[in-house]
Nanobody, 120 residues
Framework: QVQLVESGGGLVQTGASLRLSCAAS??????MAWFRQAPGKEREFVAS???????YYTDSVKGRFTISRDNANYTVYLHMKSLKPEDTAVYYC????????????????WGQGTQVTVSS
């Protein structure tokens, strides 16, 4: 059984940077991803990282967010810079046993979420 635990959220000002972490236990999924859900909106895909280091980003975060992995610690990170108020959301870590990343992949494992709030 895979368990995912996010950390690193918080309240920051516009333009700030923040790093989210997702620690995996059990076994590490082949694809790891980040999703977010803002109040009153549907959950949306943010970024994914495959077992062979393929990355996929939603357009609104390209150039600002970077997904990376520390294999030794079974941890995936989401490095966020130039944060905007519209980035405010609960960020969820997700894992898949598949081989392709992106928003259409079926993600079977989910963390509990961490809140990111960007003030203007």
């Amino acid at each position: 059984q895979v368990q995912l635990v996010e950390s690193g959220g918080g309240l920051v000002q516009t333009g700030a940077s923040l790093r989210l972490s997702c620690a995996a236990s059990g076994r590490s999924p082949t694809v790891m991803a980040w999703f977010r859900q803002a109040p009153g909106k549907e959950r949306e895909f943010v970024a994914s990282l495959t077992w062979n280091d393929g990355t996929y980003y939603t357009d609104s975060v390209k150039g600002r967010f970077t997904i990376s992995r520390d294999n030794a610690n079974y941890t995936v990170y989401l490095h966020m810079k130039s944060l905007k108020p519209e980035d405010t959301a609960v960020y969820y870590c997700a894992g898949s046993s598949g081989f392709l990343g992106g928003p259409s992949t079926q993600y079977d494992y989910w963390g509990q979420g961490t809140q990111v709030t960007v003030s203007s």
